[in-house]
T-cell receptor, first 111, second 112 residues
Framework: GEDVEQSLFLSVREGDSSVINCTYTDSSSTYLYWYKQEPGAGLQLLTYIFSNMDMKQDQRLTVLLNKKDKHLSLRIADTQTGDSAIYFCAESKGWNNDMRFGAGTRLTVKP | DAGITQSPRYKITETGRQVTLMCHQTWSHSYMFWYRQDLGHGLRLIYYSAAADITDKGEVPDGYVVSRSKTENFPLTLESATRSQTSVYFC???????????FGQGTRLTVV
């Protein structure tokens, strides 16, 4: 099947930028998502990008998409301790349709 | 409470037993989904439903049964639980195929 891969851990200092990377294999992916999962909670949609875009910015979040390399990244500027969570990359052909998730990157923010 | 809720939050069951995980949403969303979350695999879609009485298989449906007699409820049943079904199960709902999916808090199921 098609895969979505992410590194499992990332540790940064408070105030630094965090960059979480994701690669996917399905070239027909239309929607790419970033979800955040805090301890004991469900997944919360952070942001998403259409495959015909290469960048999307939303306050401290910047999503970059390299469709040729099938590489997606999430940059969090001025990372705070409240950003500590697991971040999931996901892709789908249709919105919410048969989404495929990566294993999640656990972001730890140190004071 | 408004939103999407799963019950129970934690469940331990024995191999071979039937167990049902409940999911309830108060928004009257048409679409509901069940995922399982395993270390190293992210979330994988088990079943989804587009409306009451309409369900379809996802990526990993074997060993699971779903029903959707009412729009707000989407129970997931493990007919004969196996250890490989030990996982965290997430339910989600969305209004349509062009709207955000909202996730429940998850049910941690352990099969011993």
């Amino acid at each position: 099947g098609e895969d979505v891969e992410q590194s499992l851990f990332l540790s940064v200092r408070e105030g630094d930028s965090s960059v979480i990377n994701c690669t996917y294999t399905d070239s027909s992916s239309t929607y790419l998502y970033w979800y955040k999962q805090e301890p004991g909670a469900g997944l919360q949609l952070l942001t998403y990008i259409f495959s015909n875009m290469d960048m999307k910015q939303d306050q401290r979040l910047t999503v970059l998409l390299n469709k040729k390399d099938k590489h997606l990244s999430l940059r969090i500027a001025d990372t705070q301790t409240g950003d500590s969570a697991i971040y999931f990359c996901a892709e789908s052909k249709g919105w919410n349709n048969d989404m495929r998730f990566g294993a999640g990157t656990r972001l730890t923010v140190k004071p | 409470d408004a939103g999407i809720t799963q019950s129970p939050r934690y469940k331990i069951t024995e191999t071979g037993r039937q167990v049902t995980l409940m999911c309830h949403q108060t928004w009257s969303h048409s679409y509901m989904f069940w995922y399982r979350q395993d270390l190293g695999h992210g979330l994988r879609l088990i079943y989804y439903s587009a409306a009451a009485d309409i369900t379809d298989k996802g990526e990993v449906p074997d060993g699971y049964v779903v029903s959707r007699s009412k729009t707000e409820n989407f129970p997931l049943t493990l007919e004969s639980a196996t250890r490989s079904q030990t996982s965290v199960y997430f339910c989600a709902s969305s209004e349509g195929l062009n709207t955000e999916a909202f996730f429940g808090q998850g049910t941690r199921l352990t099969v011993v």
